[in-house]
């Protein structure tokens, strides 16, 4: 009963009475339009139109020949283009979000080479290693470098960041990538693609160079600006994937986050096969929607089955909306 008082008064004080004028206008003018153009990618998006730089790289490279790796990694701040107009002052390694992505096959050693050109301590965690963090997962302050081996014992798609505190802030910045570990076993000859989904909050101060900050109170209550795919808000969208109907596709997904769970789905296909975190055992069948946990990954496999534009979003529309969309473009 006292809970059920609490509950009431509670929505009582939340519903003015009488709202004002000025916020009745204004929460109207918020509406998006329900009447959108048809040129639309699933509505959140427009397909095909001009974007105002390349796209970043979504096709996964073969994995290098040889078992072992040397990688070098070079942790930097950058500006990058995170939307149309939208510049943002990030934390890179490599001077790119998200970092390159990495390709080795299972059982391969890596030959780990991490630079700090930042004026901060950052670090480096990778997901695929099994090895004491409290080694090697520690704070490299500004000029300083690290260099150690770890062998790639796990197949997966597996997500690599920065660890240092506060993470959050750190991968919200930009310092995430995805290691892809091939299978023993080569999986089935596909045409792959690689996508990062994260997200950016923006709100802070704007830096000399007026690129946008990260807001840090927007970050905690998990309330984006953006949510992308590689990088940057619906560049899929506007220069969609180019497939061929009925060939075997393979998008390996990582998603850095920090916060929002990607529920990842193909408008018009269904998925054949999906391999959680990328595991080779144990993969689903004819599914429609997989989430893909924070600090995780996924392996889709699916088919499109007539010449077309198959969007592939979050479902987690309001995600969508903020970004985290693309197209494939089947001929
Ligand atoms: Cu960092
Ligand atoms: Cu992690």
Redesign the pocket.
């Known amino acids: 009963m006292l809970s059920f008082l609490m509950l009431a008064a509670a929505c009582r004080s939340a519903v003015p009475a009488k709202p004002a004028a000025d916020q009745a206008v204004q929460s109207v003018a918020q509406q998006p339009d329900t009447n959108p153009p048809a040129n639309v990618s699933h509505g959140e998006a427009p397909v095909g139109s001009v974007a105002d730089s390349a796209p970043v790289e979504a096709r996964l490279a073969p994995a290098e020949r040889g078992r072992l790796h040397h990688i070098r990694l070079e942790m930097r701040h950058a500006t990058i283009t995170i939307a149309p107009g939208q510049r943002y002052a990030a934390w890179t390694f490599d001077g790119r979000v998200p970092g390159p992505t990495l390709h080795v096959r299972q059982g391969d050693t890596v030959d780990f080479t991490l630079v700090n050109h930042a004026n901060i301590p950052h670090s480096m965690?990778f997901?695929a290693a099994e090895i004491a963090p409290s080694k090697y997962y520690v704070n490299l302050m500004p000029g300083d470098s690290l260099h150690y081996r770890f062998v790639a014992r796990v197949p997966g798609a597996f997500?690599y960041?920065c660890?240092t505190a506060p993470?959050a802030m750190h991968i919200a910045n930009g310092m995430y990538g995805a290691l892809v570990v091939d299978p023993a076993t080569p999986r089935p000859k596909a045409r792959e693609f690689v996508l990062v989904q994260s997200e950016f909050y923006l709100g802070g101060d704007k830096d000399s160079a007026g690129a946008g900050t990260l807001d840090w109170n927007r970050l905690l209550s998990l309330s984006p600006d953006h949510v992308v795919f590689n990088g940057r808000a619906s560049q899929y969208a506007t220069s969609p994937l180019e497939v061929a109907s009925g060939e075997l596709l393979r998008l390996y997904l990582v998603n850095a986050g920090p916060n929002r769970i990607s529920s990842f789905h193909v408008v018009g296909g269904i998925f054949e096969r999906v391999f959680q975190d990328g595991s080779p055992t144990g993969a689903l069948s004819g599914v429609q929607t997989v989430n893909v946990p924070v600090?995780g990954g996924a392996i889709f496999e699916v088919r499109l089955a007539e010449p077309g534009d198959y969007p592939f979003v979050t479902h987690a529309f309001a995600d969508a909306t903020k970004g985290a969309v693309g197209v494939l473009r089947a001929r």
């Open positions: 965690d997901h997500m960041h660890g993470v600090g």
